[in-house]
T-cell receptor, first 113, second 111 residues
Framework: NAGVTQTPKFQVLKTGQSMTLQCAQD?????MSWYRQDPGMGLRLIHY???????DQGEVPNGYNVSRSTTEDFPLRLLSAAPSQTSVYFC????????????FGQGTRLTVV | SQKIEQNSEALNIQEGKTATLTCNYT??????LQWYRQDPGRGPVFLLL?????KEKRKERLKVTFDTTLKQSLFHITASQPADSATYLC??????????FGTGTQLKVEL
């Protein structure tokens, strides 16, 4: 039972490069989210999706794009990486039940130089 | 604006004692609150959920209380062990069913 799978685990980018962080879940969850975690800031919501074809912005969406073409996948795109995007990124999924717990991936540690 | 606050200072306690962590929130009217555990280098893992009509919830050595008047939840670990050392996060669902987390409190249980 894989749960939520994120790739890659580590990545170093140069300023201005673009890349896609991958997230896949095998639990047939409707909700998927991307968070970034920085020291002292906690988990901050970047984008989220309530189902295939539907996405919305979270607290810190600038510089990131998402799409949700299937229930299973929710990739996060960095359009032009900046040092301020150096962070640990977590993908999470949950069912649409409001009390549902969130399941998290192992995280992607991204460094932008 | 909506805020979830947890004590950012690490909590150090001795093995066998009870650890108590606090979560305060503003501008939410939550029907329930969740607690997660996060170990270094890993994603958060769900521990407990408490509903607004439940004053207290227990699971093994964990106990959570929820006071909607004070806008506060307390998370207790009794008979704490070094293996309980981790960061503990509280979380609330707001508008649009978005799950928002507090900054977390790091707990260190010493022998």
């Amino acid at each position: 039972n894989a749960g939520v799978t994120q790739t890659p685990k580590f990545q170093v980018l140069k300023t201005g490069q673009s890349m896609t962080l991958q997230c896949a879940q095998d639990m047939n969850h409707e909700y998927m989210s991307w968070y970034r975690q920085d020291p002292g800031m906690g988990l901050r919501l970047i984008h989220y999706s309530v189902g295939a074809g539907i996405t919305d912005q979270g607290e810190v969406p600038n510089g990131y794009n998402v799409s949700r073409s299937t229930t299973e996948d929710f990739p996060l795109r960095l359009l032009s990486a900046a040092p301020s995007q150096t962070s640990v990124y977590f993908c999470a999924s949950s069912s649409s039940d409001r009390i549902a717990e969130a399941f998290f991936g192992q995280g992607t540690r991204l460094t932008v130089v | 604006s909506q805020k979830i606050e947890q004590n950012s200072e690490a909590l150090n306690i001795q093995e066998g004692k009870t650890a108590t962590l606090t979560c305060n929130y503003t501008n939410y009217s939550p029907a329930y609150l969740q607690w997660y555990r996060q170990d270094p280098g890993r994603g958060p893992v769900f521990l407990l959920l408490i509903r607004e009509n439940e004053k207290e919830k227990r699971k093994e050595r964990l106990k959570v209380t929820f006071d909607t008047t004070l806008k506060q939840s307390l998370f207790h670990i009794t008979a704490s062990q070094p293996a309980d050392s981790a960061t503990y996060l509280c979380a609330l669902r707001g508008g649009g069913n978005k799950l928002t987390f507090g900054t977390g409190t790091q707990l260190k249980v010493e022998l």
